[in-house]
C-alpha cells in the first residue's frame, strides 16, 4: 500500500487529511507532537503514530528513519498567534516562523530520500488564503504562509530531479476545533458564510479534498502550484462590500 505522512494530524485539518488519505488506500504516519491525539487519530485511520516536533531536525531525522519509502508528506503542522504587528516580538516572530516555515523545509529536506524512491514522491504543503489576502491582526501567520507558498515553488524546481512533485493547498475560512473557539458567534458566522460566493464556510473534509488530489497521480503534471481552496473568498471582495452596503 502507498504510504503517506501527515505532520500536525492530531486534530483540526490535519486529521480531515489524514481520514482522506487513508479512505484513498494510503497507509497513513500520524505525526504530532501531542502524542496521545496522534495514537487516537492512528486507530481513526488505521494507521500509526509518530510524536514528531518539526521544529526539531532531530525529532524529523527520527521520523524519517523509520521510513522505508514513501508517496506523500502532507506538511500540515501549523500555528498562529495572533496580534497586531505592533505587538510581534522576535520570540513570537520566531516561533511562527519556525513551525510554519522552517518545520515544512526540515520535512522536506529530511523525507526526501524516502520520497525519491520507485517512481518518485508528492509533497503537499498547507499554506492559506492569507498569503495572498493579508488579514489585519494575524501577526506573523499572513507572512510565514506566503513564505511557504514561496517554498513550495523553489522546492518544485530543486527536488524536481529526484521525481518529488511540490505543491501547497490554501485553506480559507475553515471550521475546526481551533477554529470554533475563536469564532463562537453563530449569527456573525451565518452572515460570513451567506457573504462567500460558495454560500458557506468549509470543513476539513474540503481542504482534504484538494489534497487528495495533489497525493494522487491525477495530478502527475502538476507542480510548484498553490490551489486556494477557500469557497471564492478571495475573489468575492466586489460583492462582498455590494451586500455590506445593503
Known amino acids: 500500500?502507498?504510504?503517506?505522512?501527515?505532520?500536525?494530524?492530531?486534530?483540526?485539518?490535519?486529521?480531515?487529511?489524514?481520514?482522506?488519505?487513508?479512505?484513498?488506500?494510503?497507509?497513513?504516519?500520524?505525526?504530532?507532537?501531542?502524542?496521545?491525539?496522534?495514537?487516537?487519530?492512528?486507530?481513526?485511520?488505521?494507521?500509526?503514530?509518530?510524536?514528531?516536533?518539526?521544529?526539531?531536525?532531530?525529532?524529523?531525522?527520527?521520523?524519517?528513519?523509520?521510513?522505508?519509502?514513501?508517496?506523500?508528506?502532507?506538511?500540515?503542522?501549523?500555528?498562529?498567534?495572533?496580534?497586531?504587528?505592533?505587538?510581534?516580538?522576535?520570540?513570537?516572530?520566531?516561533?511562527?516562523?519556525?513551525?510554519?516555515?522552517?518545520?515544512?523545509?526540515?520535512?522536506?529536506?529530511?523525507?526526501?530520500?524516502?520520497?525519491?524512491?520507485?517512481?518518485?514522491?508528492?509533497?503537499?504543503?498547507?499554506?492559506?488564503?492569507?498569503?495572498?489576502l493579508p488579514v489585519p491582526g494575524t501577526g506573523m501567520y499572513s507572512p510565514s504562509k506566503a513564505a511557504v507558498r514561496s517554498l513550495t515553488e523553489l522546492a518544485a524546481v530543486e527536488y524536481a530531479p529526484l521525481r518529488i512533485r511540490v505543491n501547497a493547498v490554501a485553506p480559507g475560512r475553515i471550521t475546526t476545533e481551533g477554529s470554533a473557539a475563536r469564532q463562537s458567534d453563530p449569527e456573525r458566522e451565518r452572515r460570513t458564510a451567506e457573504l462567500l460566493p460558495a454560500g458557506r464556510l468549509g470543513y476539513p473534509d474540503d481542504i482534504a479534498a484538494a489534497v487528495s488530489f495533489f497525493a494522487r497521480s491525477d495530478s502527475r503534471y502538476v507542480t510548484g502550484q498553490t490551489l486556494l481552496v477557500d469557497g471564492g473568498l478571495t475573489i468575492g471582495t466586489i460583492p462582498y462590500f455590494q451586500k455590506a452596503q445593503g
Open 1 to 132: 500500500m502507498p504510504q503517506a505522512v501527515v505532520t500536525g494530524a492530531g486534530q483540526g485539518i490535519g486529521r480531515g487529511i489524514a481520514q482522506r488519505l487513508a479512505h484513498d488506500g494510503f497507509t497513513v504516519v500520524v505525526a504530532d507532537r501531542d502524542e496521545a491525539a496522534a495514537e487516537k487519530v492512528a486507530a481513526e485511520v488505521g494507521g500509526t503514530a509518530a510524536v514528531c516536533d518539526v521544529t526539531d531536525p532531530a525529532s524529523v531525522g527520527a521520523l524519517a528513519e523509520r521510513l522505508d519509502d514513501l508517496d506523500v508528506l502532507v506538511n500540515n503542522a501549523g500555528i498562529y498567534l495572533f496580534e497586531p504587528l505592533a505587538r510581534v516580538t522576535p520570540e513570537s516572530f520566531r516561533k511562527v516562523m519556525d513551525v510554519n516555515v522552517l518545520g515544512s523545509l526540515l520535512c522536506i529536506q529530511a523525507l526526501a530520500e524516502p520520497l525519491s524512491r520507485g517512481e518518485g514522491g508528492s509533497v503537499v504543503n498547507i499554506a492559506s488564503m492569507s498569503a495572498t
